[in-house]
């Protein structure tokens, strides 16, 4: 989930490197080709099988652009940042970015009971954790927090279906803002990958910031690979807990060992993940939720919520809700790493060669 401060677009910068690897039979044309770059204040990296040999840069570039100019709040114009700083109510388009972001956004908060909520973007920001100065809290002032978690009202928000595709959206709590932060990623993978596929490329490998969408087979035809980073304070990007396969699925992480304030003089740890109910950032024995379900979106999303409400609560929830699976890494009393998962994760272990 990840981690997972929120959305600075750099100058995106595309490197393409093409491989000469064939893959045999009918498909001897396929290549691999690969893009790498920088966006949302993190790196990318797309692979994907292709015989054209056609540059989608440009067409991905425009894509993320239009992605943060609707839902970064780092960006002073954005529609998010309008909503958030400017006015009570804002205009978006019925399948743009905003409103697609915000149905996502919802869904995950109906299915996990408010654990998600996009509403809690003053707290995130108390916190050190949003757009505005980065710096930790020294002295906390529970009476701020209270005044503060009276703005996480995400049902407050009223949306208005004013033209065919057109929606309007108002807050009825004034100093309400909306935080993407915990979904934007995952969503701006989903529509990289649906890009590539309207380029009639269905065998690709689209990951921003550590967020995945996986659809058919590598040029070797294994499903695509990839691990869940062991998370220990320290350690190297490298190293992983487990190696998993992803066959037509999406992959989100979300772990408080990264993101953190320390203070030095207490020794305590502010974690970026704050719980919606208390507004304060959480502190429990889980230390990273992985979230397995098609659209990488719902995966962002479900692994923040995850990590605010704890292991037991958290694996119930994964255990019932169809199409989602979770792997859970936390911590014992005596400190070791233990892991849990959902029935539906054994097989992604397995990384045998696809059928």
């Known amino acids: 989930m990840k981690s997972i401060l929120f959305i600075i677009l750099s100058i995106l910068v595309l490197t393409i490197s093409c491989t000469s690897e064939s893959k045999p ?5 396929l290549k691999k080709e690969q893009f790498v770059g920088q966006t949302m204040g993190t790196t990318f990296s797309i692979s994907y099988l292709d015989s054209t040999g056609v540059d989608f840069s440009t067409a991905l570039n425009d894509l993320l652009i239009d992605i943060n100019q609707a839902v970064s709040t780092y960006e002073e114009n954005s529609e998010v940042s309008i909503f958030n700083k400017k006015a009570d109510s804002i205009y978006v388009e019925k399948k743009g970015h905003f409103a697609r972001n915000y149905n996502n956004a919802r869904y995950v908060y109906q299915q996990t009971k408010g654990w998600f909520n996009p509403s809690v973007m003053p707290l995130v920001n108390y916190w050190g954790f949003g757009y505005t100065e980065k710096k930790m809290v020294t002295n906390t002032d529970s009476s701020t927090i209270k005044d503060l978690l009276r703005l996480v009202q995400f049902d ?15 807050k009825k709590e004034k100093g309400l803002e909306l935080d993407f932060s915990a979904i934007a990623k995952g969503d701006a993978v989903d529509q990289v990958g649906l890009l590539l596929e309207r380029f009639n490329i269905h065998n690709y490998y689209v990951e921003i910031g550590g967020e995945v969408r996986a659809r058919g087979t590598t040029i070797t035809g294994f499903n695509w690979r990839t691990g869940i980073r062991a998370p220990k304070e320290g350690t190297a990007a490298q190293e992983l807990q487990v190696a998993i396969e992803l066959p037509n699925l999406s992959l989100a992480t979300s772990g408080n060992y990264i993101n953190y304030y320390l203070d030095k003089n207490t020794g305590m740890k502010y974690a970026h993940t704050i719980n919606p109910h208390t507004g304060y950032p959480e502190k429990n024995r889980l230390l990273s939720a992985s979230v397995f379900t098609k659209k990488c979106a719902l995966a962002d999303a479900f692994a923040t919520s995850f990590m605010a409400m704890g292991l037991d609560q958290a694996f119930e929830l994964a255990s019932t809700i169809p199409g989602i699976d979770a792997y859970f890494i936390y911590s014992t009393p005596t400190g070791d790493l233990k892991t849990k998962y959902t029935s539906g994760v054994a097989s992604l272990m397995q990384l045998g060669k696809n059928k």
């Open 25 to 29: 039979s009918k498909e001897k044309a």
């Open 156 to 170: 407050s928000i009223q949306v208005t279906e004013i033209l065919p595709n057109q929606l309007l959206l108002t």
